[in-house]
Structure formats: C-alpha cells, structure tokens
C-alpha cells in the first residue's frame, strides 16, 4: 500500500517537482555523509521526523487557508505541543531544576526565535504558497543549519557535504 502511494504521489507531481524532491534527497544523503554505512539510528530518526513534518506541512497549509488565522494555528499549535513534550520529557528523563534554570537563556532564544519565529513565518507564508513549494524550499533547511554550525561552533565541512548543499539550493 505504501509503495502504491509512492508511485501515485509521484505520478501527480509535475516534472519540475520531482526533479526538486529527487534532487533535495541527494542532497541531503550527501549531507549526511554520502555513504550507506555511515548512516545512523539518529539519521534514521532524523528522516522519520522530516516524514512527519511532511504531513504537518500538507494539515498546516490546508488549516492556514481555511481559517486565515495563521498566528492563532501556531500557538496552538505550540500549546498542544508544548504540553506533549512535557508529559513525554517527564516520563522519560529525570528533572532537574538548576540545569533547567542554568540553561533557560538559551531554551528562551531557541523557542522564542529559532523555533516560535521561524514557525510563525512559515505558517503565514503557506497562506500564499502551495505545501509541495513550501516544503521543497525548506528543505534548503539543512544548508542553512550547516552554515550556522560552520560559523558558531566552528564546524567543517566535506567535499561531499558542500555537493550536497548546492545539489539543495539548485
């Protein structure tokens, strides 16, 4: 059944976009690495959850355009996930308060701005774009983390890595 659903998404995508799904997925297998072997349980996790978010970014657009409340979708949207995670972060990992409250300036920063303003932008965009275009452009999302990794932590970065990231923003 998944495989017949494969072939039908691919046989309704326009020439232009499977050259661009085709061509992001190069590039984030070259990303990642370039070789089969060295593909990991958290690589495996990693293109699982892009899966999921694929879903979110098709519920996400359709949502946006029939209530036009994109700012009111996410903070729902950030509600509902907010009170996921915690009972799952509870069940699962100890609490321990003073390194919550050592690291609190950075989880403000990434839920404020990476995460609570990147979502924001991209909810109102999908008001004016399709979810295929939407998700095809963030996946230049990995070129960008990669970027960020070079220049604040001092990353490098392969021969295969940098293909990868030009086969994405192709």
């Known amino acids: 059944a998944e495989a017949e659903a494969v072939v039908d998404i691919a046989n309704r995508a326009d020439q232009a976009t499977r050259l661009a799904i085709e061509t992001g997925l190069c590039g984030t297998f070259l990303m990642a690495g370039g070789q089969w072997s060295s593909i990991t349980k958290g690589d495996v996790l990693c293109l699982v959850s892009a899966m999921i978010y694929s879903v979110w970014f098709v519920v996400l657009g359709d949502a946006v355009i029939r209530s036009g409340k994109p700012i009111l979708i996410t903070v729902v949207q950030f509600a509902g996930a907010s009170v996921l995670c915690l009972i799952i972060g509870l069940a699962i990992e100890p609490f321990d308060m003073n390194r919550l409250m050592g690291a609190l300036p950075e989880l ?60 994405i923003i192709a």
Request: aromatic share 4%.
């Open 108 to 167: 403000i920063l990434l839920g404020a701005v990476s995460t609570g303003l990147a979502f924001v932008i991209q909810t109102i965009a999908q008001q004016h774009t399709s979810a295929t275009e939407a998700a095809i452009m963030t996946s230049a999302e990995g070129v960008f983390g990669t970027l960020a990794a070079i220049v604040l932590i001092g990353e490098g970065l392969s021969h295969s890595s940098a293909i990868g990231a030009l086969l």
